[in-house]
């Protein structure tokens, strides 16, 4: 990651050894180590992966996210690293942005989002039956990491067989601080999608890659480099994230029999259940690049810094929601940064909180009794996406 030069105006006091690869678990909590910067300063620098700010408090990550004037998208993936494609519309402004989202639009719509619910449910229940008998998983290999990209394919109508080669380089993308790394996970997704739509381009169908090879945008047809670009901003958005939630999901029923209990006795809770575990268990790590030089808060920041706005800090700021650490089914306050705000709020937000509903509905009453098989083989991480790497679990049968 190329570095941006000192800015000698910051005080030494906002001066913090942070990297956020490398957020420390506290009693196997990654998310307490997270909390722990709230004793800190509000906005602080780091010298790490390439030096940025940190803003660590609801007001001013909500501030960020919806001033997409000063805090450019094109910071998104918190690097710097030239890239021939950026990808639309994650990592677009406006006027940009507006034409391409408008694009995706119909594909997570409520409807399209309902016509997958039946395959999802028959995907989900296979998984959980044929790990019944065993009496135990390591749920991220065996559930998580499979079905979020199982739901991805069925969606592009392509071969579930395809998920193999596919997730070792969603997890590099999200989870290793290496710029190579980085690069070649990205070289690795981009080359399967644009062998699907070379594909789709000799025998298009009414499937998502075929129906954006005959889209337009400003009265012209899109070129190959933005379908490519559109369809990769989709399975970017959709393979990792869900996977850290039901990660993280199951760590806390798995460790809290009495919330476990409560969706048992009151499964129309679920929905709340879902929200709420989002919001405990935040999971991007998104930034944004600072377009111009101007102060915020009263500290100097320049044309192409840096900004981290960690969900997690957003979500457990005692400023927005009372009782930050406790999980709370029947919260009044629902809204949370789990999905983002504004005109990059999530566009799969419908999608994936089908998903996580489904697997609650699904393992509970086939599960409903299951614990940690080993605390010390449970490893979650922090980067781009915080997540759950392996996680042991264990039930009667």
Known sequence: MSKQPANPRIAAHLLVDFDFFAVEAIE?????????LHAGPEIFYTPRNGGHWVFTRAADIGA??????????????????EREMQLYPGEADPPQHGPYRALLQPFFSQKAVHILEDRMRTLTRSLIDELIERGGCDFQADVSRRMPIYIFLAMM???????????????????????????????????Y???RIAERRAAPGNDFISRLLAAEVDSR???????????????????????????FFMNFLARHGGHRQQLLREPGLIPDAVEELLRRHGISNFGRMVARDFEFQGLPLRAGDLVLLPAALYNLDERKFADPMTVDFH????????????????????????????LLQEWLPRIPEFWIADPEAVIVKSGRINGVKALPLRWKH
């Open 193 to 195: 999608l644009q062998e």
């Open 331 to 358: 919260r009044p306050v629902k809204h949370h940064m789990g999905f983002g705000t504004g005109i990059h709020r999530c566009l799969g937000a419908q999608l994936a909180r089908l998903e996580l509903r489904v």
């Open 221 to 247: 047809r899109l070129s190959e480099l933005e379908v490519l670009s559109l369809t990769a901003n989709v399975m970017f958005g959709g393979l990792d994230t869900v996977v850290a939630s039901m990660g």
């Open 157 to 191: 109508e392509l071969p579930l067989a395809h998920a193999a080669a596919l997730l070792p380089a969603a997890d590099w993308l999200t989870r290793d601080s290496d710029p190579e790394s980085f690069l070649r996970a990205m070289q690795t997704m981009m080359g």
């Open 64 to 81: 960020a996210w919806l001033d997409h004037d000063r805090f450019s998208n094109k910071g998104v993936a918190m690097s710097r690293e």
């Open 28 to 36: 196997g909590d990654l998310h307490q180590g997270w909390k722990a």
